[in-house]
């Protein structure tokens, strides 16, 4: 019998946590003396769905990349705990929509963020008994496509496709071998997905054409 599952990025696609983190990057920027215009929403959102290493050259350049990656680590502990917290902003039905689904697929969240982040999440929204795996870069080092298929292999998944935002995320989706959904209300625009949801509920009807 097979086994079916739908895997989500988290940033685009489940929340919104740009506006959430920034008071907490910027404490960071602080502490360290940097001296740049204040970090913006647009800016932020520019970052989602890149991994630390990628977004540190970008955000800190007048810094060595050493330096900037440590600095954009001790970011990701101070987004954490205003995440644990506080949450984020959240796209419209998305939790009603995750518990519907989870009567019929398992569920898995994979994101090219740090460790910690889509535990933040899973935790803020009690979602431990809808989200039944995840990973990340942070846990991994290693790329977006190959932690989708280290999830569907460990959880025994037969049958699936990736919902996500970005050309990244197609791309990931692209290297697992598996459908991509576009999120598109969330970040990137993306060219040729296999479908494209404009809010999240629209994944039932998806559900019921691809599996």
Not at 137 to 163: C, H, L, Q, S, W
């Amino acid at each position: 019998m097979s086994k079916n599952g739908i895997l989500f990025d988290l940033d685009g696609t489940l929340w919104d946590s740009c506006v959430a983190i920034m008071p907490s990057w910027q404490r960071v920027m602080e502490a360290h003396s940097i001296k740049r215009p204040p970090i913006t929403q647009e800016e932020m959102n520019s970052y989602m769905g890149k991994t630390v290493e990628q977004i540190a050259p970008l955000m800190l350049p007048e810094v060595s990349l050493e330096e900037a990656i440590n600095i954009m680590k001790e970011g990701c502990i101070e987004e954490l705990e205003e995440l644990r917290q506080n949450g984020a902003t959240l796209y419209d039905g998305i939790l009603e929509t995750l518990k519907e689904l989870s009567r019929d697929f398992s569920l898995f969240v994979v994101s090219n963020c740090e460790d910690g982040y889509i535990q933040a999440f899973i935790e803020h929204y009690n979602m431990e008994n809808v989200i039944k795996d995840f990973e990340c870069a942070g846990r991994t080092v290693k790329p977006k496509g190959d932690n989708i298929r280290t999830v569907m292999e460990r959880n025994g998944i037969d049958k699936a496709f990736y919902v996500g935002d970005t050309i990244l995320d197609k791309e990931a989706a692209d290297k697992a071998e598996v459908p991509f959904v576009l999120a598109n209300y969330g970040f990137g625009e993306v060219k040729n997905p296999d479908y494209i949801i404009e809010k999240p509920s629209e994944l039932i009807g998806i559900t019921k054409e691809f599996f």
